[in-house]
């Protein structure tokens, strides 16, 4: 506390001079009140600059409290300030892998899930994605193999989760795989995996002739940057090739860049042009309203030239879109952004339900003083028609599982359920009436319950990225 004691007399000059000194005093007793500065790498110091960031950006920021202790550990910190409505914010710290959320996909370059079929009670695990030049696909894992055991334990329904976790946690794993021979269970081989350097996926293309029409098929599992340009190719082919509809395979696609989706979707939608609305964040006060259109969304990262994007425009009046539970983020985006342009049918499950968009939030002083950064939630996010409001998915107009018909095959085969579903409606032809057969009597499967599945944690960490 500022105190001040003086003694004066009734001098007109000397009633000035007080004056003025007490502005002074006042300004010095302000500075007093400051934040104080903390020793650097503190917790005080690091939960400051957390609270000061989330109190400018936080989509949630009026629900900020006043005070708050800043003692405690930056990652408590953080999940005590997050609005109970925010699901996706996460704190990092680059220079610690821990602070990440470990998924097989990035370690060891798959997927799976964990089932339990009601009819047998049958719990296996199933490999639903297999990375090319990955430690997986080196040691001959393919979409559709069982996993049995990990590290030597069966998988069951009471340990499904506790196996995912030790999978997650550790460097190497051993899956024991299965196969069905006759009506039993046999273990067929061991597969020893260490992790390694996961490089980014080329996109899955493929033209499918049914009831006389060409179909494009289209599969990539994220909105990196520079996606948008490597479709071109694919795109052009298509174009040539004079597809009639267009198959989109989203079911793994757990998001990225909002600039990608949007580069994507310029090479799709019908009747677009540079101006064309796109998307509106809707941010705190302090964000406001922002509205961009589609070029300016598709060339903010500088990868793609807006022109070139729609010489390979295929100008579909409808798209079908393939999604699962863990499609989200600028999957998401894609769905809803493209149904003011087009027809959008949406094959499979309802999707995640992000619609929510973020960047990434350093400490930009020099020198820089906080090692952390945050990804929160800054906008939520509508289309050119001011629909958004999906936070707990988009449902599909045709409800598939892919799990009605196993084993899984590769991606844009024609028997895929997704697929099959997709081409049913094109061609018209009979809807697909789902198998009831146990998993222990072929292809088909009956009713299954997810136990786990390591997709999902990389679809919840993952939000649509956008810029300040």
Known sequence: ??????????????WIGFFFLMVLIQVACKREQLKPDYPPGSNEQINTWILDSLKRYYYWNESLPAKANIGIAPRDFFAALKNPADRFSYLVLPSDPASYISDSKSKYGFDYSTIKEVNTGQVIGIIKLVYNDSPASRNGLKRGDYIRKINGTQISESNATTLQ?????????VLGLAEIIGSSWQDTRLANLSTGIISDQRAISRIIESGGKKIGYLNFQSFNG????SLKPIFASFKSEGIADLILDLRYNSGGQVAEAAGVCAMIAPSVSYTSPFITYKGNKNGGLRTESLGAAATFDGTVNFNDLMSHNLGLPRIYILSTGVTASAAEVVINNLKPYMQVVLIGERTLGKDEASFTINDMRKPKQVQWEM????YKLFNAQGKGNYSTGIEADIQVNEFTALPLLPFGEAEDPLVKAALTGITNKAKISASNRTLAEGNGTGTWTILSDTRILTARRSVAITHR
């Open 1 to 14: 506390m500022c105190h001040t004691f003086l003694k004066f007399n009734s001098s007109p000059y000397r």
């Open 165 to 173: 976790t030790e999978l997650l946690k550790g460097d190497k794993v």
């Open 226 to 229: 520079g996606l948008a340009s």
């Open 375 to 378: 990804h929160p939630i800054v």
